[in-house]
């Protein structure tokens, strides 16, 4: 059972550009969502998250977007480096600390 | 930056023997997580952690499993007779207010052979 999808395995982007990976999930008792980035042979490292009373958040380069109805988010970065290529993991848990449940992951790779 | 310390980084144990996975949370974090990825696969959750007792279980975290806090700084997975298929990198976490997210230790490599 996916809860969380992320559709897109893979995404290649310039650098300069924007870069824009998707999430579904199906729960619909999910409150708060995440996005994680993580390297080969590290833990994933938080970026950002968005809990279901808002429909935007945004951090620096970074920008989280959420259409309950739909039950998308995506994450936005804009301008592209190379530093920023890894897997982006999209995570949802009903209630702020609870379960986190994960989507498979994009690797993102971003191209000078 | 604090961090979350695991060790080992790598172990490699035979097939029925019992590991423990040893985890160092931030320190004034309350909430302690482990999380494993089996390669290839995604990131699933296996037990929340506060006030000295699980708050949440999923269901791979059978009875071959257990966690504790044995002092005021550890927190450890113990896997009492591993099968081949708990191979997988292991990660710890914690969060102080778990609305801004948890912090997730570097991982363990359990190679079951």
């Known amino acids: 059972d996916q809860q969380v999808k992320q559709n897109s395995p893979s995404l290649s982007v310039q650098e300069g550009r924007i870069s824009i990976l998707n999430c579904d999930y199906t729960?619909?008792?999910?409150?708060?969502f995440l996005w994680y980035k993580k390297y080969p042979a590290e833990g994933p490292t938080f970026l950002i998250s968005i809990s279901s009373i808002k429909d935007k958040n945004e951090d620096g380069r970074f920008t989280v977007f959420l259409n309950k109805s739909a039950k998308h988010l995506s994450l936005h970065i804009v301008p592209s480096q190379p530093g920023d290529s890894a897997v982006y993991f999209c995570a949802a848990s009903e209630q702020a600390g609870t379960a986190l449940i994960f989507g498979k992951g994009t690797t993102l790779s971003v191209s000078s | 930056e604090p961090e979350v310390t695991q060790t080992p980084s790598h172990q490699v144990t035979q097939m029925g023997q019992e590991v423990i996975l040893r985890c160092v949370p931030i320190s004034n974090h309350l909430y302690f997580y482990w999380y494993r990825q089996i390669l290839g696969q995604k990131v699933e959750f296996l037990v929340s952690?506060?006030?000295?007792?699980?708050?949440?279980k999923s269901e791979i975290f059978d009875d071959q499993f257990s966690v504790e806090r044995p002092d005021g700084s550890n927190f450890t997975l113990k896997i009492r007779s591993t099968k081949l298929e708990d191979s997988a990198m292991y990660f710890c976490?914690?969060?102080?207010?778990?609305?801004?997210?948890?912090?997730f230790g570097s991982g363990t490599r359990l190679t079951v052979v």
């Open positions: 952690f506060y006030n000295n007792e699980i708050s949440e």
């Open positions: 976490a914690s969060s102080v207010r778990t609305v801004y997210g948890y912090t």
């Open positions: 729960n619909s008792m999910f409150d708060y």
